[in-house]
């Protein structure tokens, strides 16, 4: 790695300063992708900011209507909470299929949905559910905090310090890992709400994106067959070795029906 | 209760469950530096200058050697493991190796080909002198796989190889081939891939030397499998010192498969930068490094052929295959897909007639050597996939194709046509026998029940033969002065359980405690001469040199016991570890017979002094390292057309490896042989961008390594039919899992996906393969 | 501009003081500064697990864990789970049932299954196959490895 200074601020603001005096720094969650890339020499930042002595961040807060998970909260603790486990099973599933258990045990909300990787899950579940991003400035909505590969809609020094998430009627996560890295070369998140369906998709584009047309099939029949014949175009979708265009386009579908079923399974267990 | 054929649990986990092994990166040199290597980034290359003056001045640096600075010293390069009388082309010329030296001067031929060795004192200040380094190339154009390689016209890897061919090899009879396969009633053909793996042991290499001017000799801790065969590269070759001026030590190693049998140019390297710098130094290979730096292994293409008579028995086999050597010939590479897969040609079938055609081929990609096999998985691959072919096609049950062309019995010991003798054997009834583990009667029912499930089942069944490699080196037994027994020899444990099997057999023999044995392996100057571990020759050579060795102790320790008990030698015998005279009830346990063969005064004189090292003594187990371990795997998995993702629901094996000594370590064995097979069947691909020549699968990110959630749990069973070639019976272990598992997966692949109109599958079937068969069969 | 960071746990039980460079991590501090070389690096994408220890009573990666990060936690690493002459029933189990065969990935294998035996006293074949998803093996094809968690997970509830 490049050599950087470190600091653990014991606040919210504290942080927020570190970030405004210096414009080479970086914020470190659980470090589960920021350590890999400094490790590799992809990225020289010149201070890392350890947001792991704000307790504040961490933590799960439930509501009849919402979630609340502070951006810390490590994947683990996600995964294993009764609350989220029951209310939002998906979301603990989601969690629970992040990287492996020691990943798991280190690795954060807010870390990964900053990061906005691709193939990560988070953003799938994220704009599904159509959580809200509290920041130290402002809530940003789902469908507006994701705006491309790597990319997000926070400003430089704002920091993201809970993510909200509405408790919907049912939902259902389905993954297709990379046998290799274990990033989803497909995840898709349905939610189904009283306002409608949500139906979002990571690891097949630069950035989650979601399909209208599924949506409102689903709407009107909640059921996996209605998404069958909904196809996304290929070429807007990622080709590499382990996944071509076509082969994910067609991933979409089978993950998508599975979301569905899974859905409607676990909240037909709940009823 | 002896100690032979017992589950004995091993000895040396002792340290490697409490984190007390020691492996290279944990010896430490006082004072060590840091050895970095520059790599080049480009696959092919022409060196314009390299300028490290501002790397020389970097914080941290103590020094910098490039390859003009080796040339100009006269070190010496790299050489073959083939002599080249060994392996000529079919015309009688020599082939071509190329020409490695430490760091390249002139050319670079792929990507992660050593240039610059950087001496520092931490690894991140290396890694900064490395940025400053400014190397000029002037780029050239790569080739990137066989096909690339042999296209009319492509540009050389080499001038010296035309066409990129390093060795245009055939070995049988071609006329008579032909003439069989002219009127033969079928012929079974497949044009088959051989995908390319990187070996990727889970300890990474790495060397650590040290340079004493006292003495002006050398010592080298590394990352081997055998540190006999790599002292004479580096002292002989590239040193160019007398052997005994070098110790080569190989500590604990993390796991080899043959990819740690060669020198590589990192283990003279911190030598000479330790002579050159005053300080020693250790080089760690880092993984993405590894992906690049370490030799790869398979990455080959054939069009295999068997011609069939009206019984569906074998007249004639014909293959023509051209192997990617990768940018250099030099090492093991020639011979693995050439002389090696023709020792099992035929496995364990009749096969009155062959030709082989192969050609080696230079590619600007890594080095292709040895891993696990060598040659041998490769050809039970089209064998055994030619087989299942053939049973479809001619509509002879896979299990009867099999049975009506095994060598008989009663045929056995059998002389093939290419020149090795099969000594002993059983075939039908490993292959019954797992059959029957299998259910193999049972599987219809289970295929209808998958279906109902939407889901595809198959089942595949491969029957290998190995052929164990090796030769014979000596085994030194000493009775030393604390009262333990040290045993030498010339092999080199490196996960094999050695340190207990070899402990089984001396303690069996002489009557002694396992507990008070000691191995003393692979140290170049204080262990005996070997060639390491490789070829699964371990047990044979070292195992039968413990029982020959053992014989000389028994042997001497009689003479002594007969002085000691007043009685004549010819009346002495040894029995539960003692020696005991005719006639009388005393007994003298050998390690008191040993303790008083050194003491002065015990013995009469003209004895002692005959017995200068007491009763130790040394043996040598004779002959050509050939055992043929084989057996049948049957591998039942079910595809989930809807994503293609296929899970192996069981996986069954029965083996013959002659005598079994400890079954526990023997099942081990097999169970990561397996591993490895299925690996490279359903997962691992090592993939070069075309025309460029980067590698595309440079770590674990990209390169799918087998997780315990990727593979079952295995059914393995054996039958002891004794091999009659060597005392213990014994037919070596190691590579056979390897060996049969990669048929066996893909032939239950292409059972499943046959009903869908699949005829064609190549390795390795990963989700997005086999979604793909069926699409296009759809 | 680099600082240098103090950092103050335990380890195996013992407290340890130091001050290193910010960009340390946690397994090189164990290995070099400490002289603990049972933890070892086996990748660097953080994927093979053979670096594995317990930090606050969770396995982790130690070679994705900054030192700096560390301070004021628990650290527990192989020699500290148990030695030749009382060894821990997962090493133990491990033993028994011919988890290893080159030594490699096995300090990392033991912490990883300590940490799930420690919630899942008697689990199921596919339970233990989905949690060693983080630990990578070559030598054993992972078959007597997890016969080895299994035995030592029914093992610590015993004990």
Redesign the interface.
């Known amino acids: 790695m490049y050599a950087f200074a470190y600091h653990k601020p014991r606040s919210l603001a504290e942080a927020g300063e570190l970030l405004a005096s210096h414009d080479e720094a970086r914020l470190l969650a659980g470090g589960m992708t920021l350590l890999p890339a400094l490790k590799q020499r992809l990225a020289a930042p010149t201070d890392l900011v350890d947001l792991g002595g704000l307790a504040d961040l961490v933590g799960i807060t439930v509501s009849d209507s919402e979630i609340a998970i502070g951006a810390m909260t490590t994947h683990a603790a996600v995964t294993r909470n009764d609350a989220v486990a029951t209310k939002i099973p998906a979301l603990a599933t989601l969690a629970g299929g992040i990287g492996d258990p020691q990943v798991r045990h280190r690795g954060t909300i807010g870390g990964s949905i900053c990061n906005a990787d691709p193939a990560a899950d988070y953003p799938a579940g994220v704009v599904a559910l159509g959580a809200t991003i509290v920041t130290d400035r402002r809530e940003i909505a789902a469908d507006d905090f994701f705006t491309g590969m790597f990319e997000t809609a926070l400003e430089p020094g704002e920091i993201v310090r809970q993510v909200r998430f509405p408790i919907p009627e049912a939902a259902g996560y389905a993954k297709f890992p990379n046998p290799a890295s274990r990033y989803a070369v497909v995840g898709v998140f349905v939610a189904k709400t009283a306002g409608g369906v949500r139906v979002a998709v990571t690891g097949a584009g630069p950035s989650v994106f979601r399909i209208p047309a599924m949506e409102s099939a689903l709407a009107a029949n909640f059921s996996p067959d209605s998404v069958t014949g909904i196809s996304v175009p290929e070429g807007e979708l990622n080709n590499d070795p382990h996944a071509t265009a076509a082969y994910r386009a067609h991933l979409i579908g089978v993950m998508a029906r599975r979301a569905v079923a899974s859905a409607r399974n676990t909240s037909e267990g709940e009823n | 209760m002896g100690l032979m054929a017992q ?1 004995v ?2 000895i ?12 290279v ?2 010896v ?1 040199m006082e004072g060590a530096a840091v050895g970095y290597l520059l790599r080049s980034p480009y696959s092919h290359a022409r060196i314009r200058a390299i300028d490290v003056e501002a790397a020389r001045e970097a914080p941290g640096v103590i020094g910098i050697i490039t390859g003009a600075d080796l040339e100009a010293a006269g070190v010496g390069h790299l050489g073959s493991a083939f002599p080249a009388s060994a392996l000529k082309n079919r015309d009688g010329s020599n082939r071509f190796d190329g020409d490695r030296a430490l760091l390249t001067t002139d050319v670079v031929r792929y990507v992660g080909e050593p240039v610059v060795f950087i001496v520092a004192t931490s690894q ?1 200040a290396a ?1 900064d002198a490395g940025e400053l380094v400014v190397v000029d190339y002037e780029e050239l154009p790569a080739l990137a796989s066989i096909d690339e390689a042999i296209a009319d016209g492509a540009p050389l890897v080499w001038p010296e190889a035309p066409g990129n061919i390093a060795l245009d090899w055939e070995q049988g009879d071609e006329a008579a081939t032909e003439a069989a396969f002219a009127t033969a009633a079928h012929v079974t053909s497949l044009e088959l891939v051989n995908n390319r793996i990187v070996v ?5 290499r790495g060397s650590a030397g040290r340079y004493d001017p006292a003495t002006d000799s050398y010592e080298l801790y590394a990352t081997t499998q055998g540190s006999h065969p790599v002292s004479d590269m580096v002292a002989r070759r590239v040193l160019r010192i007398p052997s005994d001026k070098l110790r080569v030590v190989t500590p ?4 080899g ?1 043959g990819l740690k049998m060669s020198t590589f140019a990192e283990y003279p390297l911190v030598l000479i930068a330790s002579k050159q710098f005053g300080v020693p130094v250790k080089w760690m290979s ?3 490094e590894a992906f690049l730096s370490d030799s790869h292994g398979r990455d080959l293409k054939s069009k295999a052929e068997l011609a069939f008579d009206r019984d569906g028995r074998i007249v004639a086999y014909r293959i023509k295959t051209d192997f990617n050597l990768g940018a250099y010939g030099l090492g093991f590479g020639p011979g693995i897909q050439s002389v090696i897969p023709m020792f099992v040609v035929g496995g364990v079938y009749k096969l009155p007639v062959v030709y082989n055609h192969c050609r080696a081929v230079f590619t600007n990609t890594v080095p292709v050597e040895a891993y696990r096999g060598a040659g041998r998985p490769e050809a039970a691959y089209l064998l055994e996939r030619l087989m299942d072919m053939a049973s479809r096609e001619m509509g002879i049950p896979q299990d009867e194709l099999r049975l009506r062309n095994f060598i008989p019995n009663d045929e056995l010991p059998y002389h093939t046509i290419n020149g090795v003798t099969i000594d002993s054997g059983d075939f039908p009834r490993n292959l019954r026998d797992c059959l029957v583990n299998a259910d193999w009667a049972g599987y219809p029912a289970r295929k209808a029940e998958s279906a109902g499930k939407g889901l595809l089942r198959g089942i595949g069944l491969a029957y290998y033969m190995e052929k164990t490699v090796g030769g014979p080196t000596a085994v030194e037994i000493k009775f030393t002065p604390n009262g333990r027994v040290e045993v030498g020899v010339g092999t080199s444990s ?4 050695h340190e207990t099997a070899f402990a089984q057999i001396v303690a069996d023999k002489l009557g002694i405690p396992m507990d008070i044995i000691d191995l003393n392996q692979s140290d170049s100057l204080r262990a005996p001469y070997g060639g390491g571990t490789g070829g699964s020759r371990s047990l044979w050579n070292s195992g039968n040199g413990i029982l020959k060795a053992a014989d000389n102790v028994i042997a001497k320790g009689a003479v002594v016991a007969a002085a000691l008990l007043g009685a004549d030698v010819a009346d002495v015998s040894f029995a539960d570890g003692a020696f005991q005279a005719r006639g009388s009830n005393r007994y003298l346990p050998i390690l008191d017979v040993a303790a008083a063969a050194r003491e002065s005064g015990k013995l009469e004189g003209a004895l002692s002094e005959s017995l200068p090292d007491g009763i130790d003594a040394a043996g040598t187990h004779e002959g050509r390292g050939d055992t043929f371990p084989n057996g049948c795997h049957i591998c039942e998995l079910e595809i989930d057309p ?2 293609g993702v296929v899970k192996i629901l069981a996986y069954n094996v029965v083996d013959d490896f002659g005598f079994v000594i400890n079954p ?2 023997v ?3 097999v ?6 097979g299925i690996g490279q069947a359903l ?1 691992e ?1 090592c ?1 070069y961008e075309p025309g460029s020549a980067q590698l ?2 440079g ?13 079952p ?2 059914g393995f069973a054996y039958n002891e039919i004794l091999c009659t070639t060597n005392p213990l019976g014994i037919k070596g272990c190691g590579e056979a ?1 390897t060996v049969g598992a990669a048929p066996a997966v893909m032939n239950a692949v292409l059972d499943a996906l046959w009903e869908k109109g699949v005829r064609h599958v190549d390795m390795p079937m ?3 393969r086999v ?2 068969a069926l699409r296009a069969a759809a | 501009m680099v600082d240098s960071v103090k950092v103050a746990f335990s380890v195996n039980g013992k407290a340890v003081t130091a001050e290193v460079e910010p960009r340390t991590l946690l397994v090189t501090f164990l290995r070099e500064h400490l002289g603990l070389t049972g933890t070892h690096v086996g990748c660097d994408t953080s994927q093979c697990g053979a670096c594995c220890v317990h930090l606050d009573g969770r396995s982790v990666k130690s070679c994705t864990i900054l030192t700096a990060q560390a301070d004021g936690a628990a650290i527990t690493t192989i020699e500290g789970l148990g030695t030749p002459e009382n060894l821990h029933p997962m090493q133990q189990a491990f033993n028994e049932n011919h988890g290893l065969q080159c030594g490699f990935c096995t300090p990392g294998m033991i912490m990883s299954a300590t940490d799930f035996a420690a919630r899942n006293p008697d689990p199921a074949e596919h339970e233990v196959r989905e949690w060693l998803e983080g630990n990578i093996c070559r030598c054993t094809g992972y078959h007597n490895i997890v016969k080895s968690v299994q035995a030592g997970a029914r093992a610590m509830a015993q004990g």
Not at chain 2, 13 to 22: K, L, M, Q
Not at chain 2, 494 to 497: E, F, I, K, L
Not at chain 2, 699 to 711: C, G, I, N, V
């Open positions: 589950p649990r091993r040396e986990d002792g340290r490697f469950i409490t984190g007390r092994g020691r492996y990166d944990d430490k991140n890694k990727n042991s889970m300890e990474p604990d190693v993390g796991g498969f880092e993984r993405t490196h996960g094999q359980g809807e994503t526990l370590i099942a081990g064995q169970h990561g042989g397996i591993a490895q997962m691909n993939l595309l699968s770590s674990f990110m990209d390169y799918t390594m087998p997780r315990a959630d990727d593979l749990s295995f899992g990963t989700p997005l979604w793909e």
